[in-house]
């Protein structure tokens, strides 16, 4: 059975298609977002409890988590699962210490002193989805740099299950990462609520958060005019480059757990090798996605995924590093051999994250290595970088001028301010200096 | 006379309102720029030559500036401005150098080893504005970080003047940053140029610089789809804070230099102190105000943008803060004496660049100190950093893990994928540790 559709070595001009996404925006979800955030903002609260009645099918006493509802997850969550939850937090909050940059500070001259200072962001805001499972891990992915970076206030909301509440592991994986206010609201209303702010949440500074395409789209809307966000989101994706001689069980796992992940899932498979051995290994792998493909379930996101997965045949490294960095894959896994695993991460510029060698695979990353989870879809990677510290903090210029600092620059800043035609610029100089009054 | 609009020590209510800027899009210029963006992306170089006889009057026979042309640029900039620009490139980049980061490297666990590697965006695209007054400074405030980050493509548009040429300060200095790409093609037209590619100028990957509302709004428009921005900007603000015994003449040529900027420049002014004395010490101000204005041009400027600006008298430090991390002003001069500006700076996280004491005026920033003009405007310094050499970096995690690694974490990956229902990002696991095939 062919999963995957095949290309040797294909020239640049059909690999532009062939690493094309297919995004289509219906006119109709910017619309009804638009019309929804306009909602939020104009009745605030009393549009977050409709649209819980309407897209939720509950009808909430208070959006507010309360601290008991909080507290008595704990004892829910069964001990393996805090067990596994306590690992990961261990792992990520050791990277994500190690990212918190500390302000530079130079004296560029005698006199003139120059720094940044590092401030976390005030007040941020997650978004964790909802569906069919708790995603637990995205609310560990981003808490812990929040909590690194020092955010003094960090808002969670996620949309409420059928009887009104929150899972509990979501409940749990919050409060470990000290996250102090949970509200039960979903979707481009949630987004609404922490840009513009309601009678129950006020607004944030930012917005982090995968979701589906109305609360990606609700992100875009609110970020041209009220509030930052992480980064624009599209559907996951992966990109496998693998040898002939790559075990192809590995491969075909890695291929599936991206396609599971939803319908418009994307898993790429670059062979390099020659050409015989490499259709070899292809068949290889199509026989190991079959074999697994019988334990497991959303078979429905698997098959459609699946069919728009591609893989190519290349002869080289050259060819290999142009292609990965023309589809600038979110997750990028290597499976070469150690020394050409090497030579391609050097020549990687665009992606979101790298997996190295035959046992990093993404799942290792998306729960619990330490890496963050949260990377840019959709060739994105060619401009943003994953959700880091970085992030959650700003850095503020700070510049201290002595006398002596300001009458060294004065020739340049007279001259630069007349050429620009800045007289007022030249005169905050002249008056320093008793040069003017 | 009263250039000021004076408050008292404002109740918590009232502030919100002094402190709000006035802003209106207008739904024209949406709709302006969104034709003109739909126009270049369909037209290419042909909709560019439209928009520069339409726009700007001339009639070009190519886009791209010749290096002939910017050779040239050399022997038409006199001497003094030459060094200027020298001594203005020396502190940036060593400013901007020290910015520039390291990736970190971890190893979480035993065989599990992450990194983050650090990678320049591979093109960017600079806007410099026209007008009355050639911008060269912010050529270097762009260039300059792109040439430290070490990105290898870096492209310069700006808007043909009169006779279809460039003013040569502009060339002097792109070229001094080794900018090898200029054209000459400016407004929404440029942005749209640079996000989607013509004929003639290649897509970037993330656009920066400054610019009028239609820029502005093609910055946003190409931002959600397409292309990076460095931020949503808006018109340029000051707030000074000072004390009544701070110099009226250094406070007065601040707001000043902030007012000439454009008509819908902002300029605060906080006097934290004793209320009769506040109130003589503004006195002073407007008198110095007054004086100052005689000898300058701009006018019309000038007058618009004082009449829209205020001055706060409050008691302590305390209401100092509140007013300047409420306001989150873009610069942020402070004069209070050495201990008072460290104990403010000290409790500013709102601010895009401080000026610390009574040298340090925005002119010298603005120039040629060495930090970067390219700053939040609006209130984004709640959730921005100004631009720096960050802005031109991407960071890649990448783990390896060991078999040991990931046996060490398999508990911990199977538990959460189960729990997530996600029965491929198990198997991943499964089947490298020999337990399923």
């Known amino acids: 059975m062919a999963f995957l559709q095949r290309y040797d070595n294909p020239p640049n001009e059909q690999l532009k298609t062939l690493l094309s996404r297919n995004l289509g925006k219906t006119q ?13 903002k104009e009745e605030g609260d009393a549009a977050l409890f409709c649209y819980a009645s309407e897209f939720d099918g509950v009808n909430l006493s208070s959006l507010a988590v309360s601290l008991e509802e909080i507290q008595a997850a704990e004892e829910q969550v069964d001990g393996s699962l805090k067990q596994a939850l306590s690992q990961a937090y261990t792992h990520i909050h050791a990277f994500h210490a190690a990212q918190m940059p500390i302000g530079e500070q130079v004296e560029v001259a005698p006199g003139i002193s120059l720094s940044r200072k590092v401030v976390p962001l005030n007040r941020v805001g997650l978004y964790i989805p909802g569906g ?14 929040a909590l690194v970076a020092g955010c003094p206030e960090v808002v969670l909301c996620t ?46 500074d930012k917005i982090f958060g995968p979701g589906n395409q109305y609360v990606t789209e609700a992100k875009v809307q609110v970020s041209s005019t009220t509030c930052a966000i992480d980064m624009p989101a599209g559907p996951s994706e992966v990109m496998v480059v693998a040898s002939p001689f790559s075990n192809p069980s590995f491969v075909a796992s890695d291929l599936l757990s991206q396609a599971e992940h939803g319908r418009d899932s994307q898993a790429m498979l670059v062979v390099q090798g020659e050409k015989t051995e490499g259709k070899d290994f292809l068949d290889r792998v199509e026989e190991a996605i079959t074999n697994q493909l019988t334990s497991l379930e959303r078979t ?67 729960y619990a290595s330490g890496t963050n989870h949260t990377l840019p879809t959709n060739g994105w990677a060619r401009s943003y970088s994953g959700v880091s510290t970085d ?47």
Chains 1, 2 share one sequence.
């Open 391 to 437: 992030s959650f903090i700003k850095k503020i210029t700070v510049q201290k001028l002595s006398k002596e600092g300001l009458t060294s620059l004065a020739p340049t800043l007279l001259c630069m301010a007349e050429q620009e035609q800045l007289g007022a610029h030249r005169g905050a100089v002249a008056v320093r200096l008793g040069e003017e009054k």
């Open 28 to 40: 109709s979800v910017t619309k009804q977002v638009s019309a929804i955030l306009d909602a939020v």
């Open 300 to 366: 429905e996101f698997l098959t459609q995924s699946l069919a728009c997965s591609r893989a190519f045949i290349v002869p080289d490294l050259n060819s290999t590093a142009h292609i990965v960095n023309s589809y600038a894959p979110e997750h990028l896994i290597i499976d070469l051999g150690e020394t050409e695993d090497d030579a391609l991460l050097e020549r990687v510029v665009n992606a979101g994250s790298v997996f190295l060698g035959p046992y990093s695979c993404e799942s290792a990353g998306d």
């Open 132 to 145: 069919t499972a708790p995603l637990f891990s995205t609310v560990l992915m981003l808490a812990i740099p």
């Open 159 to 204: 949309p409420p299950g059928k009887q009104g509440t929150i899972h509990p592991a979501i409940l749990y994986a919050a409060k470990l990462c000290n996250v102090k206010e949970v509200y039960a609201v979903g979707g481009a209303q949630a987004i609404a609520a922490m840009a513009y702010g309601t009678q129950s949440i006020q607004a944030v």
